[in-house]
């Protein structure tokens, strides 16, 4: 397949900006601007998993429930993602998005699904295969102008893995690090926003 350069122009034009994403967490502009990282770090246990839920079901809900209707990958490194809390969050969020609208629930569960079509989760279980995992993302990212936002949950997972499973050299780990780096690097192009948790 080609295209042409204003074809591709117009391919990446269409990528929804988040700055609208959460005014609560980001008053000061509504969001982060396109190509921006943050990180959301703190000790374990104080919502960091639950804020990044919340984002990313602001991101796939409808318009016409207060969501932006653009599609997240969400990158699980610590095998945590728990489906039926995300389901419990979007089912609330529509219920409460909905209400004003007479809708059935075949209707409602038609809504759920559609918005469960816009989320892409990859797990990884070792640095390898978040490095494997950055590379597919960098392909899938330019054909689908409809991803808006990267989650990666938690970026730091395999440290303590990977200086136990003979990658103890700082210089093994530094040339790992600097690899994923890179690879954020060049998918932030792609992308209106990324968030990285980690504890």
């Known amino acids: 397949m080609s295209e042409s350069g204003t074809q591709l122009f117009a391919r990446l034009d269409a990528r929804r900006c988040l700055k609208d994403i959460e005014p609560r967490v980001f008053p000061d502009n509504g969001g982060p601007d396109h190509g921006e ?26 318009k016409e429930t207060g969501g932006l209707e653009v599609d997240v990958v969400f990158v699980d490194t610590d095998y ?33 699904r559609s918005c469960l079509s816009r989320l892409l989760v990859v797990h990884c279980s070792s640095s390898s295969q978040l490095l494997l995992t950055l590379h597919f993302l960098e392909t899938t990212l330019s054909s689908r102008p409809s991803v808006a936002l990267l989650l ?20 093994k780990r530094e040339e790992k690090l600097s690899k994923c780096s890179e690879l954020l690097g060049r998918l932030l192009r792609w992308i209106s926003g990324s968030r990285f948790c980690r504890p």
């Open 37 to 62: 990282v943050v990180e959301v770090y703190g000790a374990e246990g104080t919502g960091k998993t639950e804020l990044l839920y919340h984002l990313l079901c602001r991101c796939v809900l409808p």
């Open 152 to 171: 990666i949950d938690s970026i730091s997972a395999f440290y303590w893995s990977d200086s136990s499973e003979g990658g103890a050299s700082l210089s």
């Open 80 to 112: 945590s993602l728990d489906m039926s809390r995300l389901v419990s969050i979007l089912d609330s969020k529509l219920s409460s998005g909905l209400s004003t609208c007479s809708t059935s629930a075949g209707s409602d569960e038609a809504v759920l």
